[in-house]
Structure formats: C-alpha cells, structure tokens
C-alpha cells in the first residue's frame, strides 16, 4: 500500500538552527499537508500546498516556516531559526482526487 | 468549546467489552475522519464519513454521524489489547482553500486483559 514517508524520524538541534523536515507523499497526490501536535495536545494545521503554492496556512505557518516541493518528489518544511516551543511532532500528509488522506509516521523535533 | 471536541478523554475497559468514544464539532462539514495514534506515533487512518451519510462501517468499527447535534461517535467492538491509543476525530470542510482537516482533543483508550 502507498505510504507518506518522512525523514528524520527525530531531529534535535539547537536553539536558533534551521531544521529542515522532508516529507515524500504518495506519487500521484496532488495536495499536500503539514500538521504538527506538541506533546499531549491536539494535531494543529500548519499549511496546505497545490499546485506549486500555498493553498491555506494557520496562524501558526509565520514567517520563520516555510514549505517548498523542490523537485517531483519530496515536499519539505523549513523552520528557520527554532525555537524551544517549536518542539513537537510533525505530519506530513497527502491526498490525491478522492477525500482520503494520507499521513506520515512524523518527524519528532526536539529543539534544546 | 472548540472544533471536534472528544469525550471521553479517556476511557478504560476490559478486552472482549466495546468501547464507545464521543466527537462535537461546531462548524459545517464535508466530512468526519477518525484517527488512531499509538503513543508517539504516526496517525493511521480509520474511517470516514461523509456529511450525507448516517452511518458506516468498518470491521469491528462503527461510526455514526448526526449533523443536526454536530456530532460523531466511533464504537470499536470487542476491543482488544492492540485497540490500546489514542483516538482523533477530525473534521473537513473543502473551501476552495487548503482542505485542512480540523482535529478533536483525542481520547485515550486503555484496553485491559
């Protein structure tokens, strides 16, 4: 069965680093998602992309994240200066035509 | 209250006994997906059901929809010691815009031998 692949499956990095978290949705998706869920709380929206663009973004989605689909493949998000309440897990998530999504395992980042 | 709020927040039952777990929503919806999460997983798609639909189900999963009282109920039956996670429903509405899908506060089930 198709499957949302996300990599690092946990990144620690410092305060005030740039992480950069991939995503390879299933190939023939055409929307593209990423949520995240701090520990113990809710999964919140970040942002939604179609067709090369932003289609939706939270509150949240400020200017230090960003989301790029740099090649056929992979569907990344940048946060460009962490900070310790950036610290939580993240999904990726894609869908194709029909309602279904598809959610990765996630990315649990952990900023120190 | 906020956007697909669950009840109960957690829930302890013996295996072999039905677990019935609450979803509220506020706004107007496409449809209603549930979630499983093992402790520090990933979200593994359950069921959906969309705004039309009354009913539905899946295996040892039923899902009801009343869009009258916004809400959703998911009953797993004969519950199992693996059903143990955390349960999310999550609501969708397509505005043209992202399509995001709106998540409830999740319950915790515990399924004991």
């Known amino acids: 069965e198709p499957e949302v692949t996300q990599t690092p499956s946990h990144q620690v990095t410092q305060m005030g680093q740039e992480v950069i978290l991939r995503c390879v949705p299933i190939s023939n998706h055409l929307y593209f998602y990423w949520y995240r869920q701090i520990l113990g709380q809710k999964v919140e929206f970040l942002v939604s992309f179609y067709n090369n663009e932003i289609s939706e973004k939270s509150e949240i989605f400020d200017d230090q994240f960003s989301v790029e689909r740099p090649d056929g493949s992979n569907f990344t998000l940048k946060i460009r200066s962490t900070k310790l309440e950036d610290s939580a897990m993240y999904f990726c998530?894609?869908?194709?035509?029909?309602?279904?999504?598809?959610f990765g395992s996630g990315t649990r980042l952990t900023v120190v | 209250s906020q956007q697909g709020e669950e009840d109960p927040q957690a829930l302890s039952i013996q295996e072999g006994e039905n677990a019935t777990m609450n979803c509220s929503y506020k706004t107007s919806i496409n449809n209603l997906q549930w979630y499983r999460q093992n402790s520090g997983r990933g979200l593994v798609h359950l069921i959906l059901?969309?705004?039309?639909?009354r009913e539905k189900h899946s295996g040892r999963l039923r899902v009801t929809l009343d869009t009258s009282k916004k809400s959703s109920s998911l009953l797993i039956t004969a519950s199992r010691a693996a059903d143990t996670a955390s349960y999310f429903c999550?609501?969708?509405?397509?505005?043209?815009?992202?399509?995001?899908?709106?998540f409830g506060t999740g319950t915790q089930l515990k399924v004991e031998l």
């Open positions: 059901i969309r705004s039309n639909e």
């Open positions: 998530a894609s869908r194709g035509d029909s309602i279904g999504y598809t």
């Open positions: 999550a609501t969708a509405l397509y505005t043209g815009g992202g399509n995001k899908l709106t």
